[in-house]
């Protein structure tokens, strides 16, 4: 059929001018001419030995050899595929409490329990949109695998009237189970007179064969679906309820009242259910983000730009889990794809090609500053060698990268630690993890009151909770012999002790009183030291060396992680191309090409001049007089402002007509880009619909 | 400062400029503003001095004179002055149209800028033909230096900001204001502040002048964009991979995409090699009548081959269905790319099929690679829409013009309120009825009538047409109920029964000799999409004939 059109429909510039067609190569012997497809063609035969495994291309100007890339892209394979299964987890857990509730009162509950009435589970999911959807397929998974029924899922652009609306209940119920070649030979292969696809019997037969005990029909975006509709819906299944075993699920993301409000009582009363709340997405994005960063098996992080990016994406718009997991999973491509330092996370970095990685790692800016501070410790020697012998370059840099990865690790032990501790102690103003983070991202945790906060606290602490104190303390620092001895002194201390009360410092409250002294007509407080006992001065000590063991730790640990040498390979910290690609800003990029051309078109001669010239593009010389005009603008004025542009330029030469074309060009564009429309105010004038920067 | 008379006239300074006034009493003729081309800060300053015309006209308020500067601000050309003849044609259709500005002149209007010039450059020529009657010696001299000075005039009036000329408020606002502020100031309260002038002087462009003028012209940015759509090509293997990582691409940016796409559509044909073709289907967007069921059944097609069921079903939600069953149920199946053009093209712009696309986005084993082209298609989709799309976003402007997108010359006539000459104007309504019943030219010669006689009681009043003599301004406002229309008919005899009626307007609406469209009440209006003059015309004709 449009088989054979296409090839005609091709004009002589190659394109086509069908509404849709099944691309065919203009010719398939040989890449159409002109030079960026020749460059191609180049790089596509090199490359297409390795295309089969991989779709990542060499980098390093194309020097890298095949074994690197696929190194690279199997790192990258590995490294994902186990946060996924992370992420994964998270989300698999997250809402699993809702939906116990929520299959159990499916299963329990049925029109006889419910008076004839239709049992409805009304799930509100505020902002978290994207866990409706889990929820069901999760819930449709456990039906049908115990063959009890099924999930049907509405939306509201499946509902346009009723007729459309019963159809695609039944055909969804139908080829849930039976796939869409059942739901076909359903309708077909059936004795008696044929009945229409929205006839409830047909669902009604479905349900007799199959002997199904549920049918829940979903409504996922209830408040898109027009009342009308939805009352004839509901009276419709109700009056069906004797014969196919509905359920009703609504999905809504106002309110429980609202969704009352907008349908009439008389369908009100045909319900009859239960509520069930959906939490937010924000506390499992940080979970999530928990688990990808502080895992103590981490490889690879993602630096504090682009935890910035991504919090505030969160926290500025509704985002679901998924879209939160889509744009880390995309720094990690990023990583990886375009970084020929990162194939030194692959496990077999050792086979990797030594001669473009390593003049790659000699001009990594880490690598410069690594090899500056090794000349200020005299070692001159062993900067020479860096330079010169590739291997040892290449042992050097997997020393440095798992000393680094060594270091990021005890950096988000400590956040978490820091993060627990504060907590436990301080409900009220408790950090979240993705705040502590993006501070030990950039260096600035060390600094900061929360570290504060955490060494002040420790010296109050009694002798109970310090046991638990130390059983948050990272590894790295229980590992300490200072530490191991420290534990021992202190379970000497609390084997002597045998007292009811645990054993509190001299800085503890309740170790000191307040004497209230009135002095000249003033209250003065005074705090006095109660007497301790001779065990509490001990433990004193105890948390004394404690809180200096501690904060020694942390000085050590929360280093900023752009310090450490050859962090580029298992740091990812570019803010921008993330930030691009996932909240564009399309009206400021098509503003600037018109507004400033050579932005985009940079040229080498000496045309780049900020003044309207007749040598931009004609529509980047009719916006900016576009933009110089009021809201109502008179075309024909603007045609001879337009007009003047070209002819001072180009004087004799120029050519009323063709300036005219250009002008009829630029015109049209600028309305259907909507930035011009017709106006009725006055003759030949069009209304302005843009102003720039707004 | 212009270098033509700059050098002749030695009036930088104020002191200089006395003398010349002074000379200007002696010699008795009225060279006094002849360094008006000088500076436009000297234009003012010495303007007041000159004898007749301008002086009744009284003292230039603040205003005029920031004005008058804001005129000649952008003056760009410092070529050498032409040469005598051609500046004298130039001088000449200046002094045609400040003539012509004069006569225009609405008495309502107030003196302004624009006129003061008009004014001026009327006088420099009594002043000018008066001392070549009196004063044959200076006739040598005098025409060159006047003209001179004129040809730095003219083409200045035009190089500057004509649309504002007869603002009294600039729409530019002076200095760098914050874009908000701008638009409070571009929309101030107040009668629309732009001149007259209006396009019927003016011949537009037909389709066939744009596509000749369009195929000589040559790009002076050609390189450039070849350079940037090279930048774009290098990003190939990239989108493969975000493909591969089940990503689906969105491009936007100003300019056509769609050679970047047919190139895209290239390179993964070579990239893949003949022996193993990828599946990859094209949809133009922009395609006026494109559906999306098609679009859906040809990526069956595409999946499928030969052995396409036989019945897709109506509803694009059921080929959909199919398409991933289809998928689902094939697990060798390779991916299939979905390239489309304009996905913010008017056709494909509704709630409704965005929904779809975006579920067919977010199938398994579907690639989409969408082009957006206008600045805020973001808005079409909401947050459940972009999590199924998925979209990575990637700025691809690449300044190509939208020759297929869309019609240029008609969206440019549309916009001017002039969809009428697509019809072929007044000879194709003309040719049309000249094959029709004589029953259909009655009821078309009625419906001329009616339509003409409501133009004149209702807009006889209306001073939007003072312009171009009551052009098509408003014409598709005027139109005439559907039931009136009948009743008169049938009192004519033109049509005994509805049906008939409704039968000779179907030919009408086949040739679009009249438009249909609902009021507010819900009424049908009919009317016709031709000038009044044009319309006229017809009816002289139908009558005549």
Redesign the interface.
Known sequence: ???ETDIQAT?KD??????????R??N?SK??GE???K???VQ?DR??QV?DST???PLLNGDENETSVQLRYNAYQQLWSEQQAKIQEILDDVDSDVLDNVSSFVRSTSPQTYDGCIPTALVTVGSN??SLGRLLAKLNNQLTTAEQGGVVVL?S??A?NLK?TLK?II?AAI?NTE???GYQNFLTDREGPRLLGYDLDLLGDYVKRKGLKKLVVAFR?SEAFDPNILTDLLSLLSSWLDRIPFSLLFGISTSVELFEGRLPRSSVALLRGKYFEIHGASNCVDRIYERLQAEPTGRFWIGRGITGVLFEKSND????P??FS?TV??AY?MHF?ANPVSVLLSDEASKVQREPLCEAIRNLPSFRRFCEQLLDDDSAKQVRQLLEDNEFLFQQSLDCLRNGQQRMRNIFQAVKMIHTCLKNLNTSKSPTISALSIRALSGELLDSTFVDDVLKMLKTQDSSKLTDLFEITPQSLTDTAEFQKLLKDFEALTQVHQGKEPLRSEYDSLNSTVATTVVQQRVRLSKGKTKMSQQNIDYTKIIDRFHALLEGYFVETLVKPQDLPLHEAFLLDMRNPLK???S?R??F???R??AS?FD????TSEKTDS?IS????A?AVLYQLYL??????????????F???F???Q?DAC?E??V???F??A???L????M???S???????A?T????? | MQPDSGDERPVSTPKRQRTVDFSDAVNGHANGDLPAGASPSKRTKTTPKKPSAVKESGLRTPTHKSKATALFSTHTKTTAPATPSRVRNADRSAKKKSARLLLEQDDDDVWDGADRLAEEILEDENDTTAAEDTNGVVDTIEPDTEDASKAATTPKRRAGRPKGAKNKRSPTPEGELPAHERYFFQNRAGPPKTSNNNLNKVTLLTHEDYFEKTAQYADPCSQEKAFLLDLHHRSFSQWNFEFHQGYNICLYGYGSKRRLMQDFADWMYHKHGPSAPPSIVIVNGHTPNISIRSIFATIVTAVLGADIPSKLGAQPIEVLELLQSVLNSRSSQGPITVLINSIDAPPLRRAANQALLARLAATPKIHLLATADTPNYLLMWDISLRDQFNFVFHDCTTFAPFDTEFDVVEEVHSLLGRKGRRVGGKEGVEFVLKSLPENARNLYQLLLTEIISMFDDGHNSDDEMEGGAGRDGDKDDVGIEFRMLYQKATEEFIASSEMMFRTLLKEFHDHQMITSKMDTSGMEILGIPLSREEMEGVLEDLVLS
């Open positions: 059929m449009d088989l004009t190659g394109t086509n001018t069908q509404g849709v067609y099944i691309y190569p203009a398939a890449p159409h030079r960026p497809s460059r191609r063609k596509t490359k297409d295309i779709p990542f291309v949109v994207s939306e652009g499946d346009p459309t695609n055909r080829a796939g869409n070649d975006d718009f509704f985002q679901t998924e879209a889509r999973k995309y491509m794809f691009e690609v996932f564009p399309p009206r990029a098509i503003e090409a018109l051309p985009y078109l940079i040229s003044r007749a040598q931009q593009p529509t110089e005009s009021g809201a109502l603008v008179n075309v024909h004025d603007l045609w001879q402002a007009y003047a542009v002819e001072s330029e004087g050519d007509r063709m005219m074309a250009l009829y060009r015109v049209s564009e309305k259907v880009l909507g011009l429309k017709t009725r105010k006055k003759v030949d004038h069009a302005k843009a102003w720039v920067g707004l």
